[in-house]
């Protein structure tokens, strides 16, 4: 009756077994490290760059006793770890003599940072630790306002400038065009003059909604965005924010960065491990911008130690050169509507570019004057040029044109980022800031997995005490249900937050009341003159229907926590939620595998050990209740 088959057996052997693989990365600790980042956009980390690090070490007499290359999207980042915090710093100032040669102008981020203590032979079965959240590791919390307003005036501006080359295109004569707010208006001298442009511009921009507004001797053309169109520029730009937040906190060396959205117009980022508040305000507020400049027909570029021709500009172009340009600029940042990477017609990697009208218009002369000469991008940030590509100008092309050259797809898609997110698409400002130090995080984490230790041998000694044997088998069920919670954890690799150690509390209380409903139900068919074999058998049965019913409504709770939560509540909930499906298998499965592994055997089973059973009273003669 109460046995499992070996099937079962297996399974939970299973479970055990990879439960205690994929927990076992958080106790090894985390060891001193550095991190190698790129501080440039035309500078990348690869392979090789991994190969001059470990020639660096090596000549320096410098042992790590790790170096890992992780690359996450685009962008290449390297770490080595060391036995102590002597060597780690001795290897940042050798690595920054030795990759930085010019100081003012680095080329790598050297940051120091903390690498956890696994094993190789674990994380190649990619069992990594639980990453820990800003509250437990310390670091700068940033709460951003992204300007709305400023957005949409942005896109008018744009706008308006198209709408002015289309009515000259068309011949269409107006008195002036106008941004006022959230809508742009055009005077016309009359009524007709009005209805004609009216025709010719809704066609070009459906996303408007164009209403005439007459007067005594005029008419004017009122443009607004419709509904639609609007909370679609609003969210690109929050969106584009966000893109270019998560490239710029690169440059800070921060492990697991948490940038989202909250709500309509906020942005929060959390940048663990980070206590320079001043320099991750720089990073995460600076602007970028981007130019388009002829580049020297002659000398397109030249070595660092070599002079420009005169009346050029020089910027850098990789390591150990720089590109020479002249000094006109034929468009910037603010004239790019949109850049995706593609393939030329001989399928080679490109980067496709858009332009508003007056940048197409000017590029449209630039290139039919100046074709088979090169052309060049750069990106500046804080005053400083990079040259992202040189190409050279095929033939005449205005508004839509393909940037060619780019070495691989890889560099393509870097390039169209950049294109697309040099600079943020709307203001923002710092509503919020917080820093937490990791003293505080330290503690936060002591004090939280105490919570979890000493709630955990408190139930432990009241089902041990009250349900003696089977008080032992819910006891082990418990610490199964915390060694799969944590292992589930660590595989989705989920941020472990200070709410999330609280959701571990609790998943220990709920899942340790299923284990109470179990050994009740047993002790109840045991009072109703069952025999031990079946009453273990129907208490497992009869239980699992109440047990499975509070834990999806609790689910339920736990995934609307999960869809409208944001920050800790959603951390919260991640770990509510798994907590709830890892109990209902170790409270029921693992248990009854427990129980039957136990009695099983035993054919003519006298008794259990469930503790004190209270049979019904029956009275003798005197009239007293006396106990069976």
């Not at 400002?429 to 041998?457: H, Q, V």
Request: hydrophobic fraction near 45%; glycine fraction near 8%; charge should be positive.
């Amino acid at each position: 009756m109460n046995r499992y088959p070996l099937w079962k057996y297996l399974v939970i052997l299973v479970a055990l077994l990879i439960g205690a693989l994929y927990s076992l990365p958080n106790f090894f600790g985390e060891a001193p490290a550095v991190q190698i980042s790129t501080a440039k956009p035309t500078v990348k980390i690869d392979l090789n760059t991994q190969t001059r690090i470990e020639k660096i070490l090596a000549d320096a007499s410098i042992n790590s006793t790790g170096l890992f290359f992780e690359k996450t999207g685009n962008v290449g980042t390297i770490k080595v770890r060391f036995n102590n915090t002597d060597i780690q710093l001795r290897a940042r100032d050798v690595l920054q003599q030795k990759l930085n040669t010019d100081h003012s102008d680095p080329n790598y981020t050297i940051a120091l940072n903390l690498l956890s203590n696994t094993p190789h032979w674990l994380t190649a079965m990619n069992a990594l630790p639980m990453p820990l959240g800003l509250d437990l590791r310390g670091g700068v919390y940033f709460l951003l306002q992204v300007d709305m307003q400023g957005a949409v005036q942005k896109k008018l501006t744009s706008l308006a400038t198209d709408v002015r080359s289309q009515l000259r295109d068309k011949n269409l004569r107006h008195q002036g065009i106008e941004r006022n707010g959230d809508f742009i208006s055009i005077r016309f001298g009359n009524l007709d003059e009005a209805n004609v442009a009216r025709s010719n511009l809704a066609l070009g921009r459906p996303e408007l909604d164009w209403e005439i507004e007459k007067g005594s001797d005029s008419a004017k053309l009122v443009a607004r965005f419709k509904p639609t169109a609007l909370k679609e520029v609003q969210d690109n730009a929050v969106k584009q924010n966000i893109v270019t937040l998560n490239k710029r906190v690169n440059e800070l060396a921060v492990k697991e960065p948490v940038i989202q959205q909250q709500g309509i117009d906020r942005i929060i980022v959390q940048l663990p491990g980070v206590q320079d508040t001043a320099r991750a305000k720089d990073i995460i507020g600076r602007t970028a911008t981007l130019e388009s400049r002829l580049a020297d027909p002659v000398t397109s570029s030249i070595s660092s130690g070599e002079s420009p021709p005169p009346g050029t500009d020089t910027f850098r172009f990789g390591e150990g050169r720089l590109g020479v340009f002249k000094k006109s600029v034929i468009f910037s940042g603010e004239n790019i509507t949109d850049a995706s990477a593609g393939f030329d017609q001989n399928q080679r990697p490109s980067v496709n570019i858009s332009l508003d009208s007056t940048g197409g218009r000017v590029m449209q002369e630039i290139t039919r004057e100046n074709i088979g000469k090169p052309m060049g991008m750069i990106l500046f940030e804080k005053g400083k040029g990079e040259v992202l590509t040189i190409a050279t100008i095929q033939g005449e092309f205005g508004s839509k044109f393909q940037i060619t050259g780019q070495p691989t797809t890889e560099s393509a898609n870097d390039l169209a980022l950049l294109l697309r997110a040099g600079s943020l698409a709307a203001p923002m400002e710092i509503i919020e800031e917080r820093t937490i130090g990791p003293s505080l995080g330290a503690e936060n984490i002591e004090k939280g997995f105490k919570s979890l230790m000493y709630g955990f041998i408190a139930i432990a000694l009241f089902m041990m005490g009250y349900y003696l044997l089977f008080g032992v088998f819910s006891t082990i069920a418990l610490a199964v249900n915390l060694l799969l919670l944590i292992s589930v954890l660590s595989m989705l690799q989920a941020t472990l937050t200070l709410p999330g150690i609280a959701a571990m509390a609790l998943a220990i209380g709920m899942a340790i009341d299923s284990n109470v409903l179990i050994n009740e139900r047993i002790r109840e068919e045991l009072r109703n003159g069952a025999a031990p074999h079946s009453a273990i058998a129907t208490g497992f049965d009869r239980a699992w229907a109440t047990i499975l019913d509070s834990n999806v409504t609790t689910l339920i709770a736990g995934l609307a926590l999960l869809a409208f939560g944001s920050g800790p509540i959603k951390g919260f909930a991640v770990v509510h939620c798994l907590g709830i499906l890892t109990s209902m298998f170790s409270a029921v499965f693992f248990a009854r595998g427990l129980v039957n592994l136990w009695y099983g055997k035993q054919k003519k089973l006298q008794k259990i050990s469930i503790g004190e059973v209270w049979r019904p009273a029956e009275l003798n003669q005197t009239g007293q209740a006396k106990g069976k």
